[in-house]
């Protein structure tokens, strides 16, 4: 039988995502902000093999501006595919239906499936569908993604081919169709049909440049003749005839009534206030952080930590609760060594496979929360609020407002975080966004934060993360101002962007976003995690001559295990490396966390997995100056953080840059800001203690390494500081003097802000000036 | 064709004043009359999300910072930045309470 293939297109955050799962009974992600999908999707509608749908990404025309719009066009054009679901958001018609115009250009039949029928009522509007498709030339069948209605007709339709075909409908005035009819009339001699010559015609008219070389000199005088009568140029008469027709359509088949304000409105009243914005996006974030971290987090993470490694107590909050368990991997370990085993395989069980999984699956609960939350924000539609209130600020160090949905999508996991940079227009604002999402934390580093935040500041840890989670935009922000400063050439950017209702998010699909993102953190705490405990157990029990260096009794009651670690091959490695951390990790010379922080290259869990098997289950234990010193603990945080990320995130930023320079200059940022910025925080640290000299085995206390380590640690961090503060001299501070200087010059508007604008505005009057010169001669009408 | 070029920023408009859609207040309603932009790219967007001759557009919202600016179009909102906007000439209509 032969697959027919089914594209899906229709605007952002019109519901194709969840029409096509609504469809094809395939679970993809759901939100609502315009540009969730980024790459085409493919799943076969219910109840056969036979048709095959594409989800697109969200596109207003088919000339596209952005990377994922480019994908929805190319589909369109070159897979030609045999049927377009064009779905349509009914409270947006206008705006829709100018998408639709082009889409039936196409050599392909087109189904308009208008979405959001369950929320027209509450709208005000009433659209007749048989009028409307009448008028189109175009069969109409009334949806809701959401609720289900009117799916099973949609599937009907399609399995039945009981659609309208194309028409191809006229849309434009007389003399422009007749313009458009001719240059499709010579570009039948030269296209195939697949190539879409109708769709050509009205491009080589607009004059795109990817059409151009479809035109000739003739068409080009034609096309010049039209525009001197309507006075405008070619690519502005086809759009507001298009424009035209779909509001006449509008005006005959929906009416609209007066509608009181509406609950968004009334919502933006108070998320889009002036004063209260700001704050509230701080208290959002700070409340999910206390909800995961904080409340969930102090509930579940001991009493986890007690199933696996056993317990005499546990603590909920700033309560102690008298907890005896044994503990899965204490009784594992007792039936190793009660059925003969040896000491070694019972460690490997009990200190290496279970307490490096579950140091890992013990932040599952809260993770499960921070999910949730995430999941809520995106399907709420005050993402793109965010973006909006925020934009101004962003756009000041050289970022757009758009850039804040990775920083947020990026909490939960880099990867989606560093693809929905794809919604970002602009190039340069685009790969510095790519570049900088994977400093905000994400789920994986979740662990660390949170096992060192309870250390700090105890039951209160949630207020670290959410310190962490803040200093992390602070950094992107100040490695975005370097950015902008290093490059000469300032490109004009801008914002446009679509601010969609609120919507109550579907439960449905946010529980089920997060059973996906859940399942995908099991399997990598059983597979990457399993298997990068195994090999870090190894190399922390066996010397360089392949004896046991563990410990020789299971008996936690003894006073000494037995064990010599600290002879073992990652401690012989980690000993080299760890004087160049003897200053991050506040005058501390600790391999293990020298060693489990270099893991997190491969997987950020990977660092708590790692210290728990270094310290044979119990980490605070194994690790004292954590708690000894809380600048060493917050600087473990920060070098965890702003480090280079884990492979996956790395594969990915590499594909979105596209460019190898581009990579390699993200790998060093990023490697610059982790050392310099722990070691910075870790001398605060160093020197609270008064500068004490570290212990470090074979060297005595008159150890010179360390002091060389330190010597080159303050040059290189001395280097790093000047260079932020000339970077904020020269962004904020002068530019403000020259300002004010030129304000009380011209003496028009007083002095900052007023005249700021005024400057502003007339270098955008002089190019505009300098384009319309030759325009319009006769501009004074009034 | 471009009436306010000439003119600075201007404050108060009522209705049937000329200015550019980033001069308008809260509420305050406009029909636009052109562009003068020079970023095809830019203006090639406006025109697709319906920013074209004649379109009655109504500030709605207007950023904590100032900027962006919201406002409402057929029958959807947009937002976009006060520099973009200072490129689309409108007319002013009134605002919503009829002044």
């Given amino acids: 039988m032969d697959t027919r293939t089914i594209g899906l297109v229709g605007n952002q955050n019109a519901g194709k995502t969840t029409l096509f799962n609504a469809l094809t009974g395939m679970n993809a992600t759901v939100g609502n902000w315009p540009g969730v999908t980024i790459e085409r999707k493919e799943g076969y509608i219910k109840g056969g093999q036979d048709l095959m749908l594409v989800d697109t990404p969200g596109v207003y025309s088919l000339s596209p501006y952005t990377d994922e719009e480019k994908v929805t066009r190319k589909f369109c054009l070159d ?42 009522e509450q709208n005000g509007i009433t659209i007749d569908t048989e009028k409307l498709s009448s008028l189109l030339g175009l069969t109409v069948i009334r949806i809701s993604a959401k609720t289900g209605q009117g799916i ?108 009181p304000e509406s609950l968004t409105d ?34 579940t993470s001991d009493f986890i930590n007690a199933l696996f490694n056993g317990s005499e107590s546990i603590s909920i909050l700033q309560w102690e609760i008298p907890f005896s368990f044994k503990g899965l991997g204490p009784f594992l370990g007792e039936k190793i060594l009660q059925a003969g085993g040896s000491v070694w395989a019972a460690d490997l069980i009990q200190n290496g496979l279970i307490a490096g999984v579950a140091s890992v699956i013990n932040f599952l609960p809260q993770l499960i929360v921070l999910f949730y939350c995430m999941a809520f924000l995106e399907a709420s539609g005050y993402m793109n609020r965010i973006a909006f209130f925020l934009d101004k600020i962003f756009k000041k160090f050289g970022l757009s407002g758009k850039s804040i949905i990775p920083f947020i999508v990026g909490s939960g996991c880099s990867v989606p975080g560093v693809m929905s940079a794809r919604t970002v227009e602009n190039e340069r604002e ?19 934060i949170a096992l060192l935040s309870s250390v700090i500041f105890p039951g209160f840890g949630w207020v670290v993360s959410l310190s962490v989670y803040f200093l992390a935009i602070c950094i992107i922000l100040l490695t975005a101002l370097i950015a902008k400063h290093l490059r000469k050439n300032q490109e004009e950017t801008s914002f446009i962007s679509e601010l969609p209702s609120y919507k109550w998010p579907s439960q449905y699909y946010a529980w089920r976003e997060v059973f996906d993102k859940t399942v995908s953190f099991i399997k990598r705490a059983g597979t990457v995690i399993f298997i990068c405990s195994f090999f870090v157990w190894v190399l922390t029990r066996f010397n360089w001559a392949w004896q046991y260096v563990g410990p020789t009794t299971m008996d936690p009651s003894a006073s000494n295990d037995g064990s010599n670690i600290g002879a073992s091959m990652l401690a012989g490695v980690g000993k080299v490396l760890a004087f160049l951390f003897i200053p991050a990790w506040g005058g501390n010379y600790s391999w293990g966390a020298t060693v489990s922080a270099l893991q997190g290259l491969i997987a950020k869990e990977q660092v708590v997995s790692s210290l728990s098997v270094i310290a044979g289950g119990d980490i605070l234990a194994g690790f004292p100056f954590f708690s000894g010193n809380h600048f060493a603990a917050y600087s473990f945080i ?71 380590a330190t010597w080159l640690d303050g040059i290189l961090l001395t280097i790093v500081l000047l260079l932020v503060l000339a970077v904020i001299f020269f962004s904020f501070i002068r530019p403000r003097l020259s300002r004010n200087k030129a304000a009380c010059g011209c003496g028009e508007e007083g002095h900052s802000k007023g005249a700021r604008l005024l400057k502003d505005y007339h270098q955008a009057q002089e190019k505009a000036a300098k384009k319309n010169s030759e325009k319009c001669p006769n501009c004074d009408k009034k | 064709m471009s009436i306010p070029d000439e003119h600075p920023r201007r404050l108060n408009l009522k209705a049937g004043d000329y200015g550019h859609l980033s001069d308008l207040k809260r509420g305050q309603k406009a029909i636009v009359i052109d562009f003068h932009n020079d970023n095809a790219a830019l203006r090639r967007h406006l025109l697709d999300m319906g920013i074209t001759k004649g379109v009655v557009v109504e500030v709605k919202k207007i950023a904590p910072l100032g900027d962006p600016v919201d406002i409402k179009l057929r029958g959807y909102e947009l937002a976009l930045r006060r520099i973009d906007m200072m490129g689309i000439d409108i007319q002013v209509l009134g605002d919503r309470y009829g002044h």
């Fill in chain 1, 79 to 120: 897979t030609h595919p045999d049927l377009i679901i064009n779905i349509i958001d009914a409270t947006a018609l206008e705006r829709s239906l100018y998408l639709t115009t082009q889409l039936a250009e196409l050599n392909s039949d087109v189904i308009v499936a208008l979405n959001m029928a369950d929320i027209l």
């Fill in chain 1, 152 to 259: 099973d007709q949609l599937i009907k339709t399609i399995r039945e081919n009981k659609y309208l075909r194309n028409s191809h409908l006229k849309i434009y005035a007389e003399d422009v169709q007749k313009e458009i009819d001719h240059i499709e009339g010579d570009l039948n001699h030269e296209l195939e049909e697949a190539h879409n010559p109708k769709f050509a015609a009205v491009k080589v008219f607009e004059r795109d440049p990817y059409f151009h070389a479809l035109s000739n000199s003739s068409t080009e005088s034609e096309v010049k003749a039209i525009e001197t009568t309507y006075d405008m140029d070619a690519e502005q008469i086809i759009a507001d005839q298009r424009y035209d027709f779909v509001t006449k359509i509008k005006s005959e088949c929906c009416t609209e009534k007066e509608m």
């Fill in chain 1, 266 to 299: 009334k919502l933006d009243k108070v998320f889009l206030n002036k004063w209260a914005a700001i704050p509230l996006f701080i208290l959002i974030m700070a409340f999910v952080y206390f909800l995961s971290v904080g409340l969930v987090g102090s509930l």
């Fill in chain 1, 430 to 448: 685009r790969n510095l966004t790519i570049v900088l999402t994977p400093f905000i934390p994400c789920s994986a580093k979740l662990p660390i």
């Fill in chain 1, 638 to 708: 920060c070098f965890n953080l702003f480090s280079v990320p884990c492979f996956g995130a790395l594969a990915a930023m590499k594909k979105e840059l596209g460019s190898k320079k581009a990579f390699a200059q993200a790998i060093g940022v990023e490697l610059l800001w982790s050392y310099s910025l722990s070691t910075l925080i870790g001398l605060i640290g160093w020197s609270a203690t008064g500068w004490k000299t570290p212990e470090i085995e074979g060297f005595g206390n008159n150890a010179g390494a360390y002091v060389v």
